[in-house]
């Protein structure tokens, strides 16, 4: 799984191996870091910004800048983008980025990420408006060896990037293929089970990324004598009213991004305006889920009870935050 973290000085000799060519050269630095072929000494000067190193297994597969043009908090512009040669068109770009865009609104606060690119940078290009960002009808010259190089701006917008909706009869096909992905964790769902929840849930949503879906939530109130679920059980005798959140399922290439968070943030506002002071969830301890454990810690979950299902297979944390 792609993860961004900090450039290191280590990291350095493979990002410059990455750029195996003139023509690669030019299309990631437009000539402002000198003639090919590119040095440490050269690279140097990208110092002065904020760098970042995508790893997939602590390997560094990506690199990209950030920086702030216009000395206000606003705007974040991304530079000198490059994928290691036998990761690229792969994905690995886009997840980059749209860790980076993640970085840059929910960390540095920024309302908006541009970046340029040259015109014939097609693969660039795909890349960029896949993610979400659009031309803004900027563009600007460079002389590189006597030839023009037209780079043209993108930009990305805050609110541009993730969105909530209910489901509809068309996303029955994906809820049912991540589920799938999923069971080992969850418990399993047909067409049967989907038309079960779409009627009574309280919450069945879909989280978008630029209108890819990518994720989906079940929340259930109190009162549902026909769901079987041993821990809605559990709750169900512990508290009079509450909001049950059966299931958050993401797809593995939108993880990171903050949609866990968000859709959570959504969920304790349906309760609040609700009435409800309990928000309840499940997160498995037999097998040990440290990373959903953290998660639900930081978004203020505190441990109830437990208890073992699916006849000893799984122990689980019984959880509840308080609205």
């Given at each position: 799984?792609?993860?961004?973290?900090?450039?290191?000085?280590?990291?350095?000799?493979?990002?410059?191996?990455?750029?195996?060519?003139?023509?690669?050269?030019?299309?990631?630095?437009?000539?402002?870091?000198?003639?090919?072929?590119?040095t440490g000494e050269k690279f140097?000067?990208?110092?002065?910004?904020?760098?970042?190193?995508?790893?997939?297994?602590?390997?560094?597969?990506?690199?990209?800048?950030?920086?702030?043009?216009?000395?206000?908090?606003?705007?974040?512009?991304?530079?000198?983008?490059?994928?290691?040669?036998?990761?690229?068109?792969?994905?690995?770009?886009?997840?980059?980025?749209?860790?980076?865009?993640?970085?840059?609104?929910?960390?540095?606060g920024a309302d908006r990420v541009?970046?340029?690119?040259?015109?014939?940078?097609?693969?660039?290009?795909?890349?960029?408006?896949?993610?979400?960002?659009?031309?803004?009808?900027?563009?600007?010259?460079?002389?590189?060896?006597?030839?023009?190089?037209?780079?043209?701006?993108?930009?990305?917008?805050?609110?541009?990037?993730?969105?909530?909706?209910?489901v509809e009869p068309k996303d029955?096909?994906?809820?049912?293929?991540?589920?799938?992905?999923?069971?080992?964790?969850?418990?399993?769902?047909?067409?049967?089970?989907?038309?079960?929840?779409?009627?009574?849930?309280?919450?069945?949503?879909?989280?978008?990324?630029?209108?890819?879906?990518?994720?989906?939530?079940?929340?259930?109130?109190?009162?549902?004598?026909?769901?079987?679920?041993?821990?809605?059980?559990?709750?169900?005798?512990?508290?009079?009213?509450?909001?049950?959140?059966?299931?958050?399922?993401?797809?593995?290439?939108?993880?990171?991004?903050?949609?866990?968070?968000?859709?959570?943030?959504?969920?304790?506002?349906?309760?609040?305006?609700?009435?409800?002071?309990?928000?309840?969830?499940?997160?498995?301890?037999?097998?040990?889920?440290?990373?959903?454990?953290?998660?639900?810690?930081?978004?203020?979950?505190?441990?109830?009870?437990?208890?073992?299902?699916?006849?000893?297979?799984?122990?689980?944390?019984?959880?509840?935050?308080?609205?």
């Amino acid at each position: 799984m792609i993860r961004l973290r900090p450039y290191m000085k280590s990291d350095e000799e493979a990002v410059l191996s990455w750029c195996d060519s003139e023509d690669t050269f030019f299309k990631w630095t437009f000539g402002l870091l000198g003639g090919y072929p590119i040095t440490g000494e050269k690279f140097q000067k990208t110092g002065q910004y904020m760098q970042f190193t995508a790893v997939d297994d602590d390997e560094p597969v990506g690199y990209f800048i950030a920086r702030n043009p216009n000395g206000k908090l606003d705007e974040l512009r991304f530079g000198y983008g490059i994928v290691r040669p036998d990761r690229r068109n792969q994905g690995v770009g886009k997840a980059m980025l749209s860790l980076g865009l993640v970085y840059a609104f929910e960390v540095y606060g920024a309302d908006r990420v541009t970046l340029g690119v040259y015109e014939k940078n097609d693969n660039a290009i795909s890349c960029y408006r896949s993610i979400g960002f659009a031309e803004t009808g900027k563009l600007e010259n460079y002389l590189i060896d006597g030839n023009n190089y037209h780079v043209f701006e993108m930009e990305y917008r805050k609110e541009n990037g993730m969105a909530i909706r209910n489901v509809e009869p068309k996303d029955m096909e994906f809820i049912l293929e991540l589920n799938k992905t999923n069971v080992e964790v969850l418990s399993p769902m047909d067409q049967a089970k989907f038309s079960y929840f779409d009627k009574c849930s309280d919450m069945f949503q879909v989280a978008e990324v630029n209108g890819e879906p990518a994720a989906f939530l079940i929340a259930l109130r109190e009162g549902l004598e026909d769901y079987t679920s041993e821990n809605y059980i559990w709750f169900s005798g512990q508290y009079d009213r509450f909001l049950y959140v059966d299931r958050i399922v993401i797809d593995e290439k939108f993880r990171g991004m903050g949609l866990g968070r968000k859709i959570y943030e959504g969920v304790f506002d349906r309760a609040a305006k609700a009435g409800l002071s309990t928000v309840t969830a499940e997160i498995d301890i037999e097998p040990y889920n440290e990373p959903s454990l953290k998660f639900h810690e930081a978004m203020g979950f505190e441990e109830v009870g437990q208890q073992v299902i699916r006849g000893g297979e799984i122990k689980v944390s019984l959880q509840a935050r308080a609205i």
